[in-house]
Structure formats: structure tokens, C-alpha cells
């Protein structure tokens, strides 16, 4: 079983609409959490980081469940520019380990 | 302005050719990793390094070779010990790696392939 888990998609939806991404994380000694963002053939960017509380930065909120190891993003009022590959990261310690991706087609 | 530069953009190698790819960040970040990214895979880690002259493996570190001689550079050579070498290699650099909700950020990769 990998470490964090999303699933792969892809996702297709029209513009405009909400899409919500889950990924879990199976070690409860893991810190911190991250959303990235890849474009194809590209690195990966930051999106945001995640935290219990729940953060939100324009139409994305992400959201941290400890007690579940579960983070979810959520992103409101799709735009044809949100396509892209995106990357649920945990931090634990020195090491940081990266989910597969979850693919996201936003269609007109 | 401040970031990672990785060169070339594109390799090609030989059968049983060494060749090095470049890591370079102005970013005085302390820790830098070597990611291998396969199409429609995760990142998977090669080797990172926390300090100067210090580096560990990764989960994927046979067939590859590092050196972190100067604080801003990582060059990662590939050796012709690995065997299938064609992939996305992404170099990341992060400050402070012992602090909590320190991201790490990527140059724009070499895309390695074989002749």
C-alpha cells in the first residue's frame, strides 16, 4: 500500500462546476501537507499548504483530517486553466512523500 | 530572481554512458533532492542532501550518482549502471528541512532519454 493514496481520475468537468479531490495518507506521524500543482510536462508548483483548520486561497480550500488521515481540495467555479495534475504531498520529518496525482479535465 | 536551474532541458544517452544532469538554486535553500518522475507515475525519490557535503539515498538510488560539494549546486549523474534511465528527472530545493510547512520547490526538469 503506498504511503498516500488519490485517485488517479481524470476528472472531467465542465467549467464552472465545483471539483473535490481526496487523497489519504496512511502514517499518523506525518507533519505537513501540501497541494502541488503540475501542468503536463512541466515541474510541479505549489498550490498551498493544508491545515486542520482548513485554509482557503480564492476558489481553493483545502482541508486536513488527522484523526481520519485524510486531506481534501476543493475547488470552487472551475476555470479551463485549472486542467492540470494534482499533487496531494506529506511531509514527515526529512522526508517528503508525493501522491501519484489526480488528473483534472475542465471542459467549455 | 531567486530559484532553481536545472540544464540541460533535454539529454540523450548512449548505451553505457555516464552523463550528469545540473542543479543549480539561489535560493541559499539548505536541502536539495533528486526526484524521477515517470509518465502518469508519482515522484519518486533518487537522492537528497541536507547539508553540504552530505547526501542519502532515496528509494530509487542504484544507478545513480550525486555530489553536493557547494551549498547551491546537486548534480545528479546517471550512470550506465541504470538500465532504464528515460525519465523526467525534477531537482528541489527546500529551506529549513527540519521545520514543519517548509515546501519544497522544483526546477523545470531534464526530460533523459536513450539513443
Known amino acids: 500500500r503506498k504511503e498516500v493514496e488519490q485517485d488517479p481520475g481524470p476528472f472531467n468537468v465542465p467549467e464552472g462546476a465545483t471539483v473535490a479531490f481526496n487523497c489519504t495518507y496512511s502514517n499518523s506521524a506525518s507533519q505537513s501537507f501540501f497541494w502541488y500543482r503540475q501542468d503536463c510536462r512541466k515541474e510541479p508548483k505549489l498550490l498551498m499548504s493544508v491545515y486542520s483548520s482548513g485554509n482557503e486561497d480564492g476558489r481553493f480550500t483545502a482541508q486536513l483530517n488527522r484523526a481520519s488521515q485524510y486531506i481534501s481540495l476543493l475547488i470552487r467555479d472551475s476555470k479551463l486553466s485549472d486542467s492540470a495534475t494534482y499533487l496531494c504531498v506529506v511531509k514527515r520529518g526529512f522526508k517528503t512523500i508525493f501522491g501519484a496525482g489526480t488528473r483534472l479535465f475542465v471542459k467549455a | 530572481d531567486g530559484g532553481i536551474t536545472q540544464s540541460p532541458k533535454y539529454l540523450f544517452r548512449k548505451e553505457g554512458q555516464n552523463v550528469t544532469l545540473s542543479c543549480e538554486q539561489n535560493l541559499n535553500h539548505d536541502a536539495m533532492y533528486w526526484y524521477r518522475q515517470d509518465p502518469g507515475q508519482g515522484l519518486r525519490l533518487i537522492y537528497y542532501?541536507?547539508?553540504?557535503?552530505?547526501?542519502q539515498k532515496g528509494d530509487i538510488a542504484e544507478g545513480y550518482s550525486v555530489s553536493r560539494e557547494k551549498k547551491e549546486s546537486f548534480p545528479l549523474t546517471v550512470t550506465s549502471a541504470q538500465k532504464n534511465p528515460t525519465a523526467f528527472y525534477l531537482c528541489?530545493?527546500?529551506?529549513?528541512?527540519?521545520?514543519?510547512?517548509?515546501?519544497?520547490?522544483f526546477g523545470d526538469g531534464t526530460r533523459l532519454s536513450i539513443l
Open positions: 528541489a530545493s527546500r529551506n529549513r528541512p527540519d521545520r514543519e510547512n517548509q515546501p519544497q520547490h
Open positions: 542532501s541536507q547539508i553540504v557535503n552530505d547526501f
